[in-house]
């Protein structure tokens, strides 16, 4: 199994207890205002659940499906939209869910998209954030970790579409890296 051969970075319980408090905080920021969470899929639906469920505030759900990545390791640079909103975002406070920032490519394309369709705000919530990666001006509006350069799956994150069901996020062994 995979798991043996990769070390937990972050445990289910480090993971609900950080996701409590970014939700706190996005509830005292928006002090009762509705707000609208877009979840970027697949890798955001652990996260978003978790989140939103956490959320003291009036909101609505949406997601879309973005891609900068194959089966590889590594940003395409090409960035793909799979799935669209369902409705007009014009003058909604919007809070996009991602999973992961890495490039920062995909948010940072998906923000110029969604700002062009006058929202009343638009932030950036993100489980991990790879400041080390980023190759363009980004940051999280809220952040829960903040981590290092390895590859990392569980919780949402997956390994070829493998994965994604663990309760805590693994780092994987550079030898079972998937092949580009």
Do not use: W
Not at 32 to 45: M, Q, R, S
Not at 151 to 161: H, M, N, P, R, S
Request: proline share 4%.
């Amino acid at each position: 199994m995979l798991t043996e051969r990769a070390k937990i970075l972050i445990s289910e319980h480090d993971l609900k207890s950080k996701i409590k408090e970014i939700a706190n905080k996005i509830s005292a920021d928006y002090n009762g205002e509705e707000v609208l969470f877009v979840g970027i899929l697949k890798g955001c639906i652990h996260f978003y659940s978790d989140l939103t469920r956490e959320i003291n505030l009036p909101l609505t759900m949406d997601f879309m499906a973005i891609s900068s990545y194959g089966a590889g390791t590594s940003s395409s640079g090409e960035v793909k939209m799979l799935k669209d909103l369902d409705k007009s975002i014009c003058g909604k406070n919007v809070i996009i869910v991602e999973d992961i920032i890495d490039s920062g490519n995909t948010l940072s394309y998906l923000k110029r998209l969604l700002s062009s369709r006058q929202p009343k705000s638009i932030k950036i919530c993100t489980l991990l954030d790879k400041p080390s990666r980023r190759k363009v001006n980004l940051d999280p509006d809220y952040c829960c970790f903040t981590i290092p350069d390895e590859f990392v799956f569980g919780y949402g994150l997956d390994v070829d579409q493998k994965y994604r069901n663990l309760k805590d996020i693994y780092i994987l062994a550079p030898e079972d890296y998937p092949k580009e």
